[in-house]
């Protein structure tokens, strides 16, 4: 029997992309699902790079300005890490960056000196009139906020749920690597985001 012409047997195979030389493969949910990750950790990382090319300071510092110029009052170093939902560890070297530069000022209590609260400088006030409204991760919040309750529900358990299955592995091999080398003061250890 005569086979059929070349190009009827491969109507029944994927479309080859224009400029490929190899066949194109379908992605699975999986490989889709980490490359919308991807894709979104690049975008908040340029991001905070084009702020800090045009203003002096990255996403998370924008984000404390932000709240401290909005802030009726000095604010704690933990209700400032609530407002920018970072861990105070994290937070606390965002605000030592921002003092370093003059933008922010700490101040003690006056009902408990042990209590530290932070607040804009003029310097701080004048830039944080001039940044953008909202960062990436603030327009990602919004969009977020925006969903239908269940929707929202069900995403944040999806992601809770891979996140309990890689974190504890995560953990396990970062006290190994710490563990197996001696630490100086001031070395990262890699808990932290890295522009803070």
Do not use: C, W
């Amino acid at each position: 029997m005569t086979p059929p012409p070349e190009n009827t047997r491969a109507s029944t195979e994927p479309a080859t992309p224009r400029g490929s030389g190899s066949l194109a493969k379908p992605q699975s949910t999986a490989d889709r699902v980490i490359d919308a990750l991807i894709r979104l950790d690049f975008a908040s990382r340029r991001h905070s790079q084009v702020l800090r090319e045009q203003f002096g300071v990255t996403a998370p510092q924008i984000d404390a300005l932000r709240v401290l110029a909005t802030a009726e009052r000095p604010l704690a170093l933990s209700a400032l890490s609530k407002e920018i939902y970072l861990r105070e560890s994290t937070t606390s070297g965002v605000v030592d960056r921002l003092e370093r530069e003059g933008l922010v000022r700490r101040t003690r209590a006056r009902d408990d000196r042990r209590v530290v609260r932070i607040a804009l400088s003029k310097k701080g006030r004048e830039l944080a009139e001039r940044l953008p409204r909202t960062t990436k991760l603030g327009e990602v919040r919004r969009v977020v906020a925006e969903l239908p309750a269940e929707e929202a529900n069900s995403f944040l358990a999806t992601l809770e749920k891979v996140l309990e299955k890689i974190e504890p592995v995560n953990g396990d091999e970062r006290r190994k690597s710490a563990a197996s080398k001696p630490r100086t003061g001031g070395e990262a250890t890699g808990d932290e985001p890295a522009a803070t």
